[in-house]
């Protein structure tokens, strides 16, 4: 297979693990711990994983260890560091005892179910040391919550003698893992299973988790972009650039871009909830900064769009509920009506207020609300085209402004969306530490015989050699939540908070960035060189922990 220099240079690297996890080590127990809300409901639902203590790994005595086998899973989607997770988990069964195996289920927890699963040998996991991806074994969304399924994945673990199972995902499939190590605890399986953070997006994080893995690469591979858009937006001095940015609800990955590259201007979905703001509201916020930069002269700029905005603004979500509930009655009429006509019979249909919203809405966008539905009957708000919504809104707002004299500039737009281009980038040297350090702990945590515990990893900011190493147990970052009308419980989604320190230090910066150009080009992720440049957690991180 050819390679590129890089991921020659790349496979020697050797990642950096906390100190306390270079030796032998012991398990310390804290204090039983409680879930974050709920409690009396989860303690009922996991009589066996509830109120287990933290645990952080010290120093310890060297022991024997009798000889066990491990299975992995990467669920979900794709994020920067997962074959670190893997190698880490690897290195840490085999420190244990070399006639560990680790097998592998193929592409996600349908692997586990359908029992397609690989060994994974000393050469195969070589071959995929600090490389970006997933392709080691492939993921997918099945999600693991019957009891058929626990107890198809149980055969198979039983014929291969595997004594523990590793679940990689973010926080629906920790919450599964959680329940299967419930359920396996419960029927006495002896299998226990530890899951570790994994996505981009950045929303599964609390106390005892500081950052999710992947969050770190994606980020700097998108802000690299952004900076080089921001440099080509400054040279060419012609384009408005509205970016769309991955991250499904939460805007974590919008806001540390900005952190990280001083846009004009970025939205914070969550601002624009607590705010109640409207659609009308935010394209008159953009296009006054437009018109502003206009006056100075500046015919340019960049502007970041989370990913899931469109969910997080109240009357686009009443209005969604509306056309959800009205389609799944009128489909059948509304599909058979001429397509230039179906605008209207909508209008005609729905409340005024939603009426009007709709009414305001530019073609496209208005049809792929009515059209594009996900088999559940939902809009898919991830198809909406958000980027181009905003700036066509804005030029027809500007378009008004220009007549009654009040925008003299010009205004012509560009549009991106970065997600998938930063999903699978060579791990960043964080994230690289960071995902080796969790695989290594998961093997620790099961060497100690825990189930239902996520692999912990914390004090990010330090260098990695002060980390500390441990486990959290998965039900106390429970509550309970309605999920498909029934209520459920569910590792908490971390938004992101406005009283968080990252988003003030960009609340206090935005009106400046907005005004003036202050981009800031951050490049590519460096793997080599000083450490400075190649080691630095991302700004969120560092806001969050700055004492
Ligand atoms: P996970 O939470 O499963 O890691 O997925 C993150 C994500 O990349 C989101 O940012 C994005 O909305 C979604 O996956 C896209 O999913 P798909 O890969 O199925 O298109």
């Known amino acids: ?67 066990m086998n491990v299975g992995v899973i990467l669920s979900g989607g794709q994020a920067p560091g997962g074959h670190n997770v893997i190698s880490g988990l690897f290195d840490g069964i085999k420190k244990l005892n070399p006639a560990n195996k680790l097998y592998g289920f193929i592409l996600g927890p349908g692997g586990l179910v359908d029992h397609k699963y690989m060994e994974l040998t000393a050469d195969i996991i070589d071959e995929y040391r600090n490389t970006g991806g997933f392709d080691i074994i492939g993921s997918g969304r099945t999600k693991l919550e019957k009891e058929d399924q626990f107890e198809k994945g149980y055969e198979i673990l039983k014929e291969l003698g595997i004594k523990a199972l590793v679940i990689i995902g973010g926080d629906d499939s920790n919450t599964n893992a959680c329940v299967l190590a419930e359920y396996y605890a419960a029927k006495k399986y002896g299998i226990q299973v530890i899951g570790c953070p994994k996505t981009i997006d950045g929303d599964l994080k609390n106390e005892m988790i500081e950052t999710s893995f992947g969050f770190d690469t994606a980020c700097k591979t998108y802000s690299e972009v952004i900076g080089n858009i921001e440099r080509d937006c400054n040279s060419a001095r012609k384009y408005w650039h509205f970016i769309k940015l991955m991250g499904r609800s939460a805007s974590h990955i919008a806001l540390e871009c900005a952190l990280q590259t001083q846009p004009n201007i970025c939205i914070i979905s969550e601002e624009v909830e607590a705010k109640n703001l409207s659609l009308d509201d935010i394209v008159t916020h953009i296009a006054q900064v437009v018109a502003d930069r206009a006056a100075a002269g500046n015919n340019f700029g960049t502007v970041l769009i989370p990913e899931g905005l469109i969910e997080f603004i109240p009357a686009m979500k009443r209005l969604i509920a509306e056309l959800n509930d009205f389609l799944a009655v009128n489909g059948e009429e509304f599909n058979s009506i001429k397509r230039s006509k179906q605008r209207e019979y909508i209008i005609s249909k729905l409340s005024p207020e939603n009426a009007a919203i709709y009414a305001s809405l530019p073609e496209g966008v208005a049809r792929q609300l009515s059209l594009d539905r996900d088999p559940h009957g939902n809009v898919q708000v991830s198809l909406i085209e958000t980027e181009k919504l905003l700036s066509e809104m804005v030029a027809n707002k500007l378009a008004a402004w220009k007549e009654e004299g009040k925008f003299v500039g010009k205004f ?28 290594y702990t998961a093997s620790m945590l099961i060497a100690n015989g825990k189930t239902g515990y996520m692999s912990s990893v914390r004090n990010t900011t330090a260098p990695a050699a002060e980390w500390i190493a441990g486990g959290v147990p998965i039900t106390m970052m429970m509550n309970m939540e309605r999920r498909h009308g029934e209520m459920k419980p569910v590792i908490q989604k971390a938004l992101v908070k406005l009283d968080g320190a990252p988003f003030k230090a960009f609340a206090a910066m935005r009106d400046t960035w907005a005004k003036e150009t202050a981009y800031v080009y951050p490049g590519p992720i460096q793997y080599f060189g000083p450490s400075e440049v190649c080691d630095q957690p991302t700004k969120t991180l560092q806001y969050e922990q700055a004492k």
């Open 1 to 67: 297979m050819t390679k590129s220099a890089l991921q020659i240079a790349r496979a020697a690297y050797q990642p950096k693990l906390p100190k306390a996890l270079k030796g032998a080590v012991v398990a310390k127990e804290g204090e039983p711990t409680q879930s974050v809300a709920d409690q009396e409901e989860i303690k009922k639902l996991f009589p066996n994983t509830y109120g287990m203590p933290l645990i952080q790994f010290v120093e310890g005595e060297a022991k024997e260890f009798a000889p």
């Open 412 to 439: 012509a737009a560009q549009h991106h969306f970065f997600g998938y281009e930063g999903r699978c980038a060579a791990p960043s040297n964080f994230d690289a530490d960071y995902c080796y350090s969790l695989g």
